[in-house]
Nanobody, 114 residues
Framework: QVQLVESGGGLVQAGGSLRLSCAVS????????MDWYRQAPGKQRELVAG??????TNYADSVKGRFTITRANNSSVYLVMNSLKPEDTAVYYC?????????WGQGTQVTVSS
């Protein structure tokens, strides 16, 4: 079992920055890739960024050059979001997969005003 708890969301003006954190507890030694997803109202949940245990990263095209994902071993994963745009408004979720089982956090709201 793994528990994921996000924090750091909030309201920010366009062009501003936020840092999301995800605290991980439980069977963390079994974790490989950790991801951030987001879901805007009326839209499907989409992958924002992912990072493997070896530090390899991948980003959605829409956030490349603006967002940075990092992790502290298997205990925490972070998402630094710069140059935020109104279209980045969404609930952001921390995610990982262990033995083909998906684990999600409860989500944290990010709202970017124009």
């Amino acid at each position: 079992q793994v528990q994921l708890v996000e924090s750091g969301g909030g309201l920010v003006q366009a062009g501003g920055s936020l840092r999301l954190s995800c605290a991980v507890s439980g069977s963390i030694l079994r974790i490989n890739t950790m991801d951030w997803y987001r879901q805007a109202p009326g839209k499907q949940r989409e992958l924002v960024a992912g990072i493997t245990r070896y530090g390899s990263t991948n980003y959605a095209d829409s956030v490349k050059g603006r967002f940075t994902i990092t992790r502290a071993n298997n205990s925490s994963v972070y998402l630094v979001m710069n140059s935020l745009k109104p279209e980045d408004t969404a609930v952001y979720y921390c995610h990982t997969i262990i033995s083909y089982h998906n684990y999600w956090g409860q989500g944290t709201q990010v709202t970017v005003s124009s």
